[in-house]
């Protein structure tokens, strides 16, 4: 009896860490604590920045708030990834939804007062937030066009905090945040692609449902091309380091991808193009040590206290 009841929290932990996508948030903080260290603040030793407490309390009010909107997110999608997922439906299906807005209340409480630790900018940033997270899943996901670009403009929201925290606006940090931009936006284009089926069963307004699979297509390939733009001014105007080789081969990966969309048909089709892109995301968040390798030194040296 002990032992099936100990599954059953198991299992319970399991559907919760799938409902928050556990998996995506680590990658999220590691972005942002490379992005301080390599891009928004050169002067001070990295570990002198991985020390900085209060940047620590934005990066997890970051990871908490992602979590509460993912959290949100599934509360409204239940029914479409029924029908879209329905084997991750089945498991997040494992927590009640009543526990569900239990946990997004509490992760929400738990951020203000975090951001309240840092400053009264920071509560006013989360607070904005959350907000516009729930707006989303509310509202705004469900037309087309606009709930693209709300998506992939809150995915790139947790940069933003660090940003402010740094206050370093320099122009290449706008090139990053453009590509990455526009590769989250292309990644939100072939999620409705590929989860057109529920997304027609509930209402859902997106591109592909209003306008069809080939319009989708040519916006999916106009966003590819405008990838190129930041990228030209990364690699030939600001000076990113080595990590110019990553925005070469990305190049080389965004050309297949081209090839292979025009070819998909199929929900499966579209998911192997969705993991293309974000295995092109995350090789950029580790690629980010390349614009500045001897950083590393640095941290080490201060460690072993040479």
């Keep these: ?28 903080a590691l972005a ?6 390599f891009i928004l603040d050169k002067e001070r030793r990295a570990l002198d920045i991985l020390l900085d407490v209060d940047l620590f309390i934005i990066v997890l009010a970051s990871s908490l ?3 509460s909107g993912y959290i949100i997110n599934n509360f409204y999608d239940a029914k479409k990834d029924l029908i879209n997922r329905p084997k991750k439906s089945m498991l997040d299906r494992l927590v009640s939804q009543q526990t569900k807005l239990y946990v997004y209340f509490t992760l929400n409480a738990l951020v203000t007062l975090l ?4 400053s009264w900018r920071a509560v006013v940033f989360f607070a904005v937030y959350i907000f516009l997270i ?44 453009t590509f ?13 692609l590929q989860n057109v089926t529920g997304d027609l069963a509930n209402n859902y307004r997106t591109i592909p449902v209003m306008f069809g699979e080939k319009t989708s297509k040519k916006i999916i390939t ?5 990838t190129l733009i ?33 070819k998909a048909e199929s929900p499966k089709q579209y998911l192997q193009l969705h993991n293309i892109l974000k295995l092109l995301i995350v090789a950029g968040v580790f690629c980010i040590i390349l614009i500045e390798p001897s950083v590393l030194v640095h941290g080490r040296k201060l460690l072993s206290g040479i």
Excluded: C
């Design 1 to 28: 009896m002990a032992s099936r009841k100990t599954k059953l929290i198991l299992m319970k932990i399991l559907s919760l860490f799938s409902v928050v996508r556990g998996y995506n948030i680590p990658v999220i």
């Design 32 to 37: 942002q604590y490379l992005s301080a260290v």
């Design 65 to 67: 708030t992602i979590a």
């Design 115 to 118: 951001a309240f630790i840092v």
């Design 134 to 177: 729930w707006f989303y899943s509310h509202k705004l996901k469900r037309y087309p066009v606009i709930g693209n670009l709300t998506a992939a403009f809150l995915a790139i929201l947790p940069f933003f905090a660090i940003l402010m925290y740094f206050k370093n606006f320099y122009e290449v940090i706008f090139a990053h945040a």
């Design 180 to 192: 990455l931009y526009l590769l989250i936006l292309t990644r939100e284009l072939i999620k409705d």
């Design 222 to 226: 106009l966003l590819t091309f405008l």
């Design 230 to 262: 930041p990228v030209y001014l990364l690699i030939d105007v600001y000076d990113v380091g080595y990590m110019d080789i990553y925005f070469y081969i990305g190049m080389i990966v965004i050309m297949y991808f081209l090839l292979q969309l025009w």
